[in-house]
């Protein structure tokens, strides 16, 4: 999970944080922290995005979070807006840039989905690259590094990058973000 999520916590300690996509902090002295291997999913089918988008703007213009930017980014991606989808993605990868955690990484995959959707196989390869560089033993980088070399018609590289990916395992603590597709292999051109 992209954030370990608190689910139970003492009241007089705890506060939530966020008006959509809130957590739980708690602050008790002596906690005990337990991780479980359970997924919880929290995606309702009749949500209203452009409800969410209204108040993620409003919390951003209060206080600049990665987070806030990252579910901005999300939002509007939801919608198919991929421009503005992208100008928040970028935002966070930018203002950002010094945080060390998976909605950096994820906000990077997802600018890659939107270049694959666009048929921009340069930029598609660009921040591919940044993927490998950032984190080398995952195979997401990799995975995107080839389809923008296939798309090029460059099939050797393509090739090393999909040898390379293949070697690589799910990264741990980020179930809910893993494009599955990617590890079960469905997604290769044949």
């Known amino acids: 999970n992209t954030f370990p999520?608190?689910?139970?916590?003492?009241?007089?300690?705890?506060?939530?944080?966020?008006?959509?996509?809130?957590?739980?902090?708690?602050?008790?002295p002596d906690s005990v922290i337990i991780s479980t291997k359970f997924e919880?999913?929290?995606?309702?089918?009749?949500?209203?995005?452009?409800?969410?988008?209204?108040?993620?703007?409003?919390?951003?213009?209060?206080?600049?979070t990665s987070r806030v930017a990252f579910y901005l980014g999300n939002s509007y991606r939801?919608?198919?807006?991929?421009?503005?989808?992208?100008?928040?993605?970028?935002?966070?990868?930018?203002e950002f840039s010094n945080?060390?955690?998976?909605?950096?990484?994820k906000?990077?995959?997802?600018?890659?989905?939107?270049?694959l959707t666009n048929k921009d196989y340069n930029k598609l390869g660009n921040i591919s690259l940044d993927m490998i560089s950032i984190c080398p033993n995952r195979p997401?980088?990799?995975?995107?590094?080839?389809?923008?070399?296939?798309?090029?018609?460059?099939?050797?590289?393509?090739?090393?990058?999909?040898?390379k990916m293949s070697s690589l395992q799910k990264p741990i603590r980020t179930r809910l973000w893993i494009n599955n597709k990617i590890f079960n292999r469905k997604y290769i051109n044949k």
């Open 5 to 28: 999520r608190l689910r139970i916590g003492p009241r007089k300690y705890v506060n939530f944080i966020g008006n959509i996509h809130e957590y739980m902090v708690n602050t008790a």
């Open 40 to 64: 919880f999913k929290n995606y309702k089918k009749g949500r209203d995005v452009n409800r969410n988008i209204k108040s993620l703007l409003k919390t951003w213009n209060e206080t600049h």
């Open 78 to 94: 939801d919608l198919h807006d991929y421009e503005n989808a992208e100008d928040w993605y970028n935002i966070l990868l930018y």
């Open 99 to 105: 945080e060390k955690s998976e909605e950096l990484y």
């Open 107 to 115: 906000a990077r995959e997802c600018l890659c989905e939107i270049y």
């Open 140 to 163: 997401e980088g990799y995975f995107y590094r080839y389809k923008s070399n296939f798309e090029l018609k460059n099939y050797s590289l393509a090739l090393k990058c999909l040898q």
